[in-house]
């Protein structure tokens, strides 16, 4: 029977590629050990981590993931705790993580994004109307305050104002500052995170912490003393929401869930605006294919619905996934996957990236190719941008969506060139997989 092998490179070392160089770490351990590797990428937990690179064994486990054989503990996200809070839903698990799941999905869900199609169209065409003719601009910086725009929205009902600008501000200011693979170390090392006075790292951490906190509590306070009966933001859902007990929830609660959504509603898919945005202008054949199919297509559902322009997407969020992995899924017995014993007790971790890059799945899986996805219908396992089971991504169609209006308004609505032809690489940027930096100019 095969085992599950794992690198013989002391754990302190593992970490820090994994940190510094996450497609390396994963590339070299897919070369040397195939579908399946432990990886000890924790340091603060004994805890043993396999990375799972097979769309078989992946569907196996996210099929059971509520099973007597397999579960998703959000105990194993503690490390996301000092920024989404000990209460997010990342971190909850079982019958408190699904009724938390069931609070926040519907307004991410159906009719209601019909509502944000216009205000994610609006938005972006704001912000297309500021830049100058000539003037580079950071990509990543203009789709973020988009997103941030979309997501305050949606999960506070807040539109324009102070409390909107200071929460943007801040909490931008907050995730750049583990944004940097050198600065990811802060996430990987929590020591480093410690404020040890006004040099260190944590402090500045902490103190943008504060900040958000502050904003986000006076917020709740504020609706509690409101009527909110006609509001359907997440923030009024929430508070209006009961358990079977009759308890709502408590001011920590709230704000741990309003972080996580903030939080993974903006960066993820700013990550992915910039990745399609480098991709539509650095290959000028893409870019002519586009402005052919949204040719006097103004419509946003029509839009939503465009066969190349949904291929783009995906081979965008294929090439270089924004989440390399999934949260992990704990074996609760011991369980075979295609041929190989896994332990009670084992960490299994979906790699999205090592799957997208699968040959036995993608031809060339390097090159950035459209087309793979008007030829080929791909299985929810082999293209998993968004993870699924129990802790699928609850912002899936939302990000979609935007990911389309805001590519098809700024390309209908300005030309664009890139300001520098050197190839962007991927880089870790937090928890998440980002790029180096795409600067853009707007040209006559
Ligand atoms: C391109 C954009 C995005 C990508 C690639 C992405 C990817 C993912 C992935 C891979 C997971 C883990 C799934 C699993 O373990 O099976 C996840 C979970 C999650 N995502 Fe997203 N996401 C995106 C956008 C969003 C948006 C817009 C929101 C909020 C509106 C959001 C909120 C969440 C939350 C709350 C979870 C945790 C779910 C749970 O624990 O039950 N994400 N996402």
């Given at each position: 029977m095969p085992t599950i092998q794992h690198s013989t490179t002391p754990k302190s070392l593992q970490i820090m590629q994994w940190a510094l160089n996450p497609i390396g770490y994963m590339e070299t351990n897919r070369q040397r050990y195939g579908n399946f590797f432990a990886a000890p990428?924790?340091?603060t937990t004994q805890d043993r981590f396999v990375f799972v690179n097979h769309p078989e064994a992946l569907q196996y486990i996210l099929t059971h993931d509520t099973t007597s054989e397999l579960t998703a503990p959000?105990?194993?996200?503690?490390?996301v705790a000092p920024l989404?809070?000990?209460?997010?839903l990342i971190l909850l698990s079982g019958a408190n993580h699904r009724r938390h799941r069931k609070l926040v999905m519907p307004p991410f869900h159906g009719e209601r994004l019909k509502v944000y199609s216009e205000l994610i169209c609006t938005i972006t065409k704001k912000m297309t109307a500021s830049w100058q003719l000539d003037q580079p601009f950071s990509a990543r910086t203009s789709m973020q305050k988009i997103t941030m725009g979309v997501i305050l929205q949606a999960v506070?009902?807040?539109?324009?104002?102070e409390r909107y600008e200071l929460l943007q501000q801040s909490l931008a200011q907050r995730l750049d500052m583990v944004s940097s693979p050198l600065a990811s170390l802060l996430i990987f090392f929590p020591f480093l995170s410690k404020d040890l006075g006004s040099w260190s790292p944590g402090h500045r951490v902490q103190q943008m912490s504060e900040m958000c906190d502050r904003i986000i509590y006076d917020e709740i306070r504020e609706r509690r003393s409101q009527d909110i009966s006609n509001r359907d933001d997440v923030l009024s859902l929430l508070l209006t929401a009961r358990d079977e007990a009759g308890e709502g929830l408590d001011d920590i609660s709230l704000r741990d869930e309003l972080m996580t959504l903030l939080v993974a509603g903006h960066e993820t898919t700013a990550t992915a605006l910039t990745w399609a945005l480098y991709w539509i202008y650095s290959r000028p054949d893409i870019y002519r294919r586009l402005m052919d199919e949204l040719n006097g297509c103004s419509d946003p559902l029509a839009i939503t619905r465009l066969p190349y322009l949904n291929a783009v997407c995906n081979e965008t969020l294929r090439i270089y996934p924004v989440a390399a992995l999934t949260f992990p899924r704990r074996a609760e017995t011991p369980l075979e996957l295609m041929g190989y014993p896994i332990e009670a007790g084992t960490l299994l971790m979906g790699c999205i990236y090592l799957i997208h890059q699968h040959p036995e799945i993608y031809n060339n899986p390097q090159e950035f190719n459209p087309d793979r996805f008007l030829e080929k219908t791909f299985s929810p396992y082999e293209f998993i941008p968004f993870g699924n089971g129990v802790r699928r991504c609850v912002g899936s169609a939302l990000a979609l969506m935007e990911l389309k209006l805001v590519l098809s308004t700024v390309l209908t609505t300005t030309s664009l060139a890139l300001v520098n032809k050197s190839p962007v690489k991927p880089q870790r940027r937090g928890v998440t997989l980002g790029q180096s930096p795409v600067m853009l100019k707007r040209v006559a």
């Open positions: 990428i924790s340091p959000g105990e194993a996200n503690r490390n989404l809070g000990s209460r997010s506070f009902g807040l539109v324009q104002g």
